[in-house]
C-alpha cells in the first residue's frame, strides 16, 4: 500500500521539473493562501522535500524486497500528470488500484464533492493495510502513522 502525490503537492516541491518558472509565479500567486511564492525546486528535491516520483517509488518498493504482484493502493487525489505518470510504477507493479477501481460509481457518489470523506477513504484502507509507504510528507501520512502505532501498542499490551 503506498500513497502517491497529488498535483498541488508536486507543484509546490517540484515546479521548475514540470513548469517553466513562469507559469509556477502564475499558479503561485493565483492562489493568496499558497505560502511559499519563491520556491527552489532543484534545492527542495535535493533536501529530500520532494513527492517521491513514480520512477522513484518503483525503485523504493523493489529495493525494499516487494515483488512485481504485489496489490498497491494509491491512496490519493488526482494523480499529477495522470495515468500516464503512472507508466513506468504501472510496468513494475501492475496490481495498482486506488478507490475509483475498487467501488462503483455508485458507491462513490455520496463522496464525490467532499474532498475530506474521499480522504477519508484512503485514511480507511491505509491503516486497513499491511504495509503503508508514503510518498510525500503531509498530514495524511503523520496520521495514518499515529494510528498504526497506536493500534500496534495497544495489541501488544
Not at 513548469?19 to 500567486?29: D, G, I, N, S
Not at 501492475?94 to 485514511?123: G, W
Request: with cysteine; charged share 25%.
Amino acid at each position: 500500500m503506498i500513497a502517491s502525490c497529488s498535483r498541488l503537492d508536486m507543484v509546490t516541491c517540484c515546479s521548475m521539473l514540470y513548469f517553466t518558472l513562469h507559469e509556477a509565479t502564475v499558479f503561485w500567486y493565483a492562489y493568496p493562501w499558497w505560502k511559499e511564492k519563491e520556491i527552489d525546486s532543484e534545492k527542495k528535491r535535493l533536501d529530500g522535500l520532494c513527492p517521491l516520483t513514480p520512477e522513484e517509488t518503483a525503485l523504493v518498493l523493489k529495493a525494499l524486497g516487494f515483488s512485481s504482484d504485489t496489490l498497491i493502493y494509491i491512496a490519493s487525489g488526482e494523480i499529477y500528470g495522470g495515468e500516464a505518470r503512472m507508466a513506468s510504477l504501472r510496468a513494475e507493479f501492475p496490481k495498482i488500484v486506488r478507490k475509483e477501481m475498487l467501488l462503483s460509481e455508485e458507491e462513490l457518489r455520496p463522496f464525490r464533492n467532499h474532498s475530506t470523506q474521499m480522504a477519508a477513504l484512503d485514511y480507511l484502507v491505509s491503516i486497513a493495510s499491511d504495509v503503508f509507504i508514503p510518498t510525500y510528507e503531509g498530514n495524511m501520512d503523520k496520521v495514518v502513522e499515529g494510528h498504526r502505532r497506536f493500534v500496534d501498542n495497544k495489541i501488544r499490551m
